[in-house]
């Protein structure tokens, strides 16, 4: 494919039955003034700034390869020619990778790497973003200034203007969880994490990344997640991504972008391993190829 990357989206399983799909922004409620830090009122989000157009699932036995994910796959299928670049402060493409150890945590000793998947999420910016930028609305300004901080920024350093993530588990009352994973559901399902000091940020031409690092979360939250591992390909789980918003001139919040990953997503099965072997490599880009040619009958 272009300058030897595969295309974004490239996950054949994901490709062949897509397992996610867009939500509602508003079944998301956000703050919002007057005075939040005193009401603490919230209201649906009013839209999003950008939208999910591709998933990928990848799997390595180090982080570096599923990091800056960005410069390893080629973004050109996402774009018209002439949205290539940043609009005005924003990326036209917002990249966010979870990073999840697929072995067991350890609580003597801080094993931060190892055998591990990424889930990716391709946003691109939609009409509702563009909109809120060129009228210069807060939450906009906000966005901007979390871009212009250095990669290399501690969370301390950005003072309220943090990275949240929410996750919503949407079907828990289908499911057998028992007593264990039921009350850690109760405690954080749909509940902001700021996941503080677990990320890595990258730019590129037409890209913004943030890599939330799940292998540097402390103990009890890996434990947490990694009970639920067996029952992983059950779940269905809103995920939504927002940058924190906090005087009244920068509210209300709105969502930077969502997605839905519906049950019978096999993080295992439907990852694509990296870095790829060569012929591998030829067989991802022959049958994306064949698909183009499809898709244009």
Known sequence: HR???IPAGISTAMRSKRKWEAIDPASYKLRCGPNYRRNGHKKPSEGSYYDIVAVDTFHANEKKYLSDIGSKVDLSDLMTPDEVGWFKGLPRIWIV???IPAYAPSFVGSIQDGDGFSVVFYFKLNQTGIKAIEAGV???RVMRKFLEQPLDIAD????PHQWKNMVRLANSEALQLGWVLNSYVTKYNAKPFLSRNCKSYYRGESYFEVDVDIHRFNYISRQGMFSFKEKLKELTLDIGFVVQCDADDEL???LLGCVRL???MDAENDAVHLPLAKDDAKILQAGERKRRASSHV
């Open 252 to 254: 209300p919040e709105k």
């Open 138 to 140: 807060g939450s906009s």
């Open 97 to 99: 990778v979870l990073q």
């Open 3 to 5: 300058d030897g990357k």
């Open 262 to 264: 519906k049950a019978g």
């Open 156 to 159: 301390a350093d950005r003072g």
